[in-house]
């Protein structure tokens, strides 16, 4: 409601209100002169946006970077897994060109190595550009504590991480899908993400159950058997 017989505190309070507000100054033309050019500082000039930093530039120096080749055990491992990571992602994967650059149906090249050996007919033979990304996981994993990355800010620093050795080197991935929309995102990348995500979640969940496997053994109990602690009185 509007006040029309303010008291002189309130006239006063709103007059200034009323100046401050749109930083009145006298006039040049006046008979007196302005003291000095200083101007009225306002809310919206002192209050500075806070600007979060997005980007996953988180170390400023990697001391834990190192160039070690994975041994072939581990590289018959990982291409094992990746086979179940294919698994996994094909459900995610609507585009039909995308899903069929990751599996290979030539499994020659394959014939020594372990999932060859453990294939009873329903494995999945994953991709030559499927076993590079896993395996430059593997090898960036190994350089890290077993639980690093198990928050998405790690994640998404390991996948720049492997972008930029993969590209680095000029490994040849995924060919361009000519059906994706957008060149911002585009669909190897999208695939690139998917991989490298699902991996990393297989090896984080791997440590968890080594983690509780040894406490199990060391006579903690009541980790796996809650109920059954009672009659041993733990």
Request: net charge positive; proline share 2%.
């Amino acid at each position: 409601m509007l006040n029309k017989n303010p008291t002189c505190k309130q006239f006063k309070a709103a007059y200034k209100r009323i100046l401050v507000h749109n930083e009145i100054v006298g006039s040049e033309f006046g008979n007196c002169s302005i003291l000095d050019n200083t101007k009225m500082l306002t809310v919206n000039s002192c209050v500075e946006e806070k600007q979060i930093d997005d980007t996953c530039n988180l170390l400023d120096h990697d001391y834990f970077e190192s160039y070690m080749n994975i041994s072939k055990y581990a590289g018959d491992t990982s291409q094992y897994i990746a086979g179940f990571v294919i698994k996994k992602i094909l459900k995610s994967i609507t585009c039909s060109m995308c899903q069929a650059s990751l599996i290979t149906n030539n499994s020659n090249d394959n014939r020594n190595t372990l999932i060859s050996i453990k294939n009873r007919g329903g494995l999945i033979f994953p991709s030559k550009s499927v076993v590079l990304v896993c395996q430059e996981t593997e090898r960036l994993i190994r350089s890290y504590p077993p639980t690093y990355f198990n928050s998405n800010k790690n994640k998404l620093y390991l996948l720049v991480k492997i972008k930029q050795n993969l590209y680095k080197y000029n490994r040849e991935l995924f060919s361009n899908c000519p059906d994706q929309e957008s060149f911002l995102d585009t669909h190897k990348n999208q695939i690139i993400k998917l991989i490298v995500f699902k991996y990393v979640d297989i090896s984080v969940f791997h440590e968890v159950l080594k983690v509780n496997d040894t406490n199990i053994k060391s006579g903690r109990y009541r980790a796996k058997f809650t109920k059954m602690v009672l009659f041993n009185h733990e």
